[in-house]
Antibody, heavy 118, light 107 residues
């Protein structure tokens, strides 16, 4: 069964950095685009970043552009989110999400890792 | 960027009621629209993709429809386990914006 597990969250001061990791299993990682989606406490879902299979196409939400970097290591079936210059408004539960494509939706979600900027 | 709106923002219904949630895109997105269910304390779950196609394993009481830039999620007979927040998401191009969500609870 496909599965993703996030790690790396924690408490960080404003202006600090954090690197999130996501380990995938149970599916052929190299054939899927991967995303990060976040959810601030008590708020809705916000798409953060996307990376295609070979890392050729990478996209970011305007709110994180220039501060966050998404990357992947296909040999390790992992995707990462390097977060720099963190702000209080980046406080959220960060989900790693498998992307089946525009026609099929985002079908595998982890349980998330919490980032608190304070 | 294309904006996604949802209505209502919340609703209360009884077990067995028919529930309808609407999502509207500010511009055309073809049928690149997904619906997600997020139960309290859980990660989101894909319910419907391509506006009308039920994800494997999702009960048949859930259905989706589309009319231009308006999309609808219907629960034909609300069950206690359907208490959740429901989100739509555009998938035609980045940014993959979510709607603000509709919270469904039991009357």
């Amino acid at each position: 069964e496909p599965h993703v597990v996030e790690s790396g969250g924690g408490l960080v001061k404003p202006g600090g950095s954090l690197r999130l990791s996501c380990a995938a299993s149970g599916f052929t990682f190299t054939t899927y685009t991967m995303n990060w989606v976040r959810q601030a406490p008590g708020k809705g879902l916000e798409w953060v970043a996307s990376i295609t299979t070979s890392s050729r196409y990478i996209h970011y939400a305007e709110s994180v552009k220039g501060r966050f970097t998404i990357s992947r290591d296909n040999a390790k079936a992992s995707v990462y989110l390097q977060m720099n210059n963190l702000r209080a408004e980046d406080t959220a539960l960060y989900y790693c999400v498998r992307d089946e494509g525009a026609a099929l939706g985002m079908d595998v979600w982890g349980q998330g890792t919490t980032v608190t900027v304070s | 960027d294309i904006q996604m709106t949802q209505s209502p923002s919340s609703l209360s219904a009884s077990v067995g009621d028919r529930v309808t949630i609407t999502c509207r895109a500010s511009q055309g997105i073809s049928n690149y629209l997904a619906w997600y269910q997020q139960r309290p304390g859980q990660a989101p779950r894909l319910l419907i993709y391509a506006a009308t196609t039920l994800q494997s394993g999702v009960p048949s009481r859930f259905s989706g429809s589309e009319s231009g830039t308006d999309f609808t999620l219907t629960i034909s007979s609300l069950q206690p386990e359907d208490v959740a927040t429901y989100y739509c998401q555009k998938l035609n191009s980045v940014p993959f914006t979510f709607g603000p969500g509709t919270k469904v609870d039991l009357k």
